[in-house]
């Protein structure tokens, strides 16, 4: 079975960090087009980071996550990790890990991908 699992998300102070994980099991991240998206209440599922994994590729961040976060991958354990470091209350959300066969340019759109996680909430507090 394919299952995506999200893991790492907690309540945190602004300026902390927190380190989420999306392990995969059933599947290779192997070659795989590795997306994290959050979502606020009140907004649609924003793209964060993406990545290919085992490939020297670009690495996308939204332009508002540029800079503190960092998307990487252990592909001994077919993890894929989101380092997430001065979190600001507006990177508040539910975070999911998706994955894509494709290699299309549009890496934050929700529709490009195949399978997701059940999500992991971020909070984050003043």
């Known amino acids: 079975e394919v299952q995506l699992v999200e893991s790492g998300g907690g309540l945190v102070q602004a300026g902390g960090s927190l380190r989420l994980s999306c392990a995969a099991s059933?599947?290779?991240?192997?070659?795989?087009?590795v997306g994290w998206f959050r979502h606020a209440p009140g907004k649609g599922r924003e793209g964060v980071s993406y990545?290919?994994?085992?490939?020297?590729?670009?690495?996308y961040y939204a332009e508002s996550v540029k800079g503190r976060f960092t998307i990487s991958s252990d592909d001994a354990k077919n993890i894929v990790y989101l380092q997430m470091n001065n979190l600001k209350l507006e990177d508040s959300g539910i975070y999911y890990c998706?994955?894509?066969?494709?290699?299309?340019?549009?890496?934050?759109?929700?529709?490009?991908?195949?399978?997701w996680g059940q999500g992991t909430q971020v909070t984050v507090s003043s």
């Open positions: 990545f290919r994994v085992g490939e020297s590729g670009t690495i």
């Open positions: 998706a994955t894509r066969f494709r290699s299309t340019a549009n890496w934050d759109w929700p529709d490009e991908y195949d399978d």
């Open positions: 059933g599947f290779t991240l192997d070659g795989l087009g």
